[in-house]
């Protein structure tokens, strides 16, 4: 069965420091896809990115990177130089194929605090 | 603006009561989704529909209901049923299955149900 761990509940870091929140998976599939949501105060969940099984590149993004390592089954986000407006929950994501890819499974998110 | 719009904001049912909260979507998406959020916990899907007059069950279904009788609404009804039902909850859509996206799904704003 596929699984998502977040294993950092809450997260408090001073405002420009760097921050890696980690994520590992479970899948037995070949085929999957992971992705990061951001989800601020307001309540909605903002898509941060997407990454298939198959692309084992690493993204940068402004101040976002993401680390993808099928050998360890993790998929890290790293904040560099962190903002107060980056204070907000994380969750990482894993598709689950066996429903045509509308399924998917979320970790339990990882609450990040940067302080002034 | 394009977007999901969930109603009410906050919501209380008394014990025995059914109720339902909104989601009406102007994305033009054919898929739908609700999920429900614990504390800790993460987002578990509860029902999803890839179009109209059409929905599945998620992982959390028994004690909820919904119904697709126009592509951009999906109401969601929490019955008497759903013993613990004090949650978040988030509507979602997408145009199709969000691995094919790089926009996988837009969310709501959530709605937050209390029990009396």
């Known amino acids: 069965a596929q699984k998502v761990t977040q294993a950092q509940t809450e997260i408090s870091v001073v405002e420009k420091e760097d921050v890696t929140l980690d994520c590992v998976y479970e899948?037995?599939?070949?085929?999957?896809?992971l992705f990061w949501y951001k989800q601020p105060p307001s309540g909605e969940l903002v898509f941060l990115i997407r990454?298939?099984?198959?692309?084992?590149q690493n993204e940068i993004s402004g101040r976002y990177s993401w680390n993808f390592q099928k050998s360890t089954s993790s998929f890290n986000f790293t904040i560099t130089a962190s903002q107060v407006v980056d204070s907000a929950v994380y969750f990482c994501?894993?598709?689950?194929?066996?429903?045509?890819?509308?399924?998917?499974?979320f970790g339990a998110g990882t609450r990040l605090f940067v302080k002034a | 603006d394009g977007g999901i719009t969930q109603s009410p904001k906050y919501l209380f049912r008394k014990e025995g009561q059914n109720v339902t909260l909104s989601c009406e979507q102007n994305?033009?998406?054919?898929?739908m989704y609700w999920y429900r959020q614990d504390p800790g916990q993460g987002l578990r899907l509860i029902y999803y529909?890839?179009?109209?007059?059409?929905?599945q069950k998620g992982d959390i279904a028994e004690g909820y209901s919904v119904s697709r009788e126009k592509k951009e609404s999906f109401p969601l009804t929490v019955t008497s049923a759903q013993k613990n039902p004090t949650a978040f909850y988030l509507c979602?859509?997408?145009?199709?299955?969000?691995?094919?996206?790089?926009?996988?799904?837009?969310f709501g704003d959530g709605t937050r149900l209390s029990i009396l």
């Open positions: 994501a894993l598709s689950d194929p066996n429903t045509g890819g509308f399924k998917t499974i």
């Open positions: 529909s890839q179009i109209v007059n059409d929905f």
């Open positions: 994305l033009n998406h054919d898929a």
């Open positions: 899948t037995r599939d070949t085929t999957y896809y």
């Open positions: 979602a859509s997408s145009i199709e299955a969000p691995v094919f996206l790089n926009q996988p799904q837009h």
């Open positions: 990454r298939n099984s198959f692309d084992e």
